[in-house]
């Protein structure tokens, strides 16, 4: 059986490490081509010597000829710059394209590599936040080409195998609450930046751990579902379960909810998308039933989590609204992790950004990334 060739883009971070490993454990079943990565060119390079794969690129080019000492397999064509990734991807012996890399930068790679018949996994979710409407075309209810690697809405594809779209009332994505989901919001004032990055449940980046703090997260992953499943905003909601067991619902017109459980490990809807719609062997910690434990659910606090409504408040609005919010909120972000800001500054950034940008182009990449291009600027001057 030929194995699914895949191209992983952004390969040394969280997403693209556990996707190398899913495929050490699965080698009947994947092989790499391709790798990309940012900067980290002394993993980048180590990762080529192990899985040897065609082609690998390194975006900054500061390392170039350091990444190039470093390689020992001398059968990887070794590529530097950004321009060479769309291409790439969009290659025939190219079979899936996993898309982590982080913010709006993901989202031409996810449309070269749709447009080019591939399939693509994805860890990013910003594609459909800021482009869902122009990849609505491969959406559609098919789910073959564009599968989520995002743990709640891997849970709702799970839940959804075998049932009709037309039979869903309502989706239900769960949330950890972050690590400041008990805190007092007087107390939220002060969050520091090691108190931010501290999530009690999952290891990720530093950019979606602080998205996980302030319930960002959350809010893009509305958007996210709105796109990826097809229903209006109205029919998904958020709740707050901190122990991450469950990792979303769907409730039926009939009443029936389905749920899809497990302790928190990406690896499991990282092998899904690739595995999709068959399912593989994966050796990993299980519940155990035998332990005495507590499933608990609470609503979203809005006083403490008010970027979550911004996102809610942004795909209602539509247009460039969800790109204005992702935009400033990737740039209110940075300036919090390099601290120049405070973390309660990170809402009023994206609120101020959100009331100062109004364009009404007609949809494009182009609009898209002048839009961008604009928040981010306005976001640095506040
Ligand atoms: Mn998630």
Known sequence: MKKQQLFILGSTGSIGTQTLDIVRCQ???????????????????????????????????????????????????????DEHVEELICLDEVDTVVNSLVGFSGFRPTAAALASGKKVALANKESLVVGGALLQPYLNGNYDRLIPIDSEHSAILQCLTGEDIANIKKLIITASGGPFRTWPVEKIERVTVRDALRHPNWEMGAKITID??????????????????????????????????????????????KSQMG????????????????????????????QRQQ??????????????????????SGNYAPAVLNASNEVAVERFLNEEISYIQIFEIVAKSISHITSFDTLSVESLEAVDREARAFARTI
């Open 27 to 81: 080698p009947g079943e994947l092989h790499i081509i391709g790798l990309s990565a940012n900067s980290n060119w002394v993993l980048l390079a180590e990762q080529v010597n192990e899985f040897k794969p065609k082609y690998a690129v390194i975006r900054e080019s500061g390392n170039f000829s350091e990444f190039k000492k470093a390689v020992t397999h001398r059968e990887t064509t070794l590529l530097c710059g």
């Open 212 to 257: 996980s703090a302030t319930m960002m997260n959350k809010g893009l992953e509305m958007i996210e579902a709105h796109w990826l499943f097809g229903l209006p905003i109205e029919q998904i909601e958020a709740v707050v379960h901190p122990q991450s067991v469950i990792h979303s619902m769907v409730l039926f017109r009939d009443g029936s909810i």
């Open 263 to 290: 302790l928190p490990d990406m690896r499991l809807p990282i092998q899904y998308a690739l595995s999709y719609p068959d399912r593989w062997t994966l050796e990993s910690k299980q519940i155990d039933w035998m």
């Open 295 to 316: 499933l608990t659910f609470e609503p979203v606090d809005n006083r403490k989590f008010p970027c979550f409504d911004l996102a809610i408040e942004a795909i209602k």
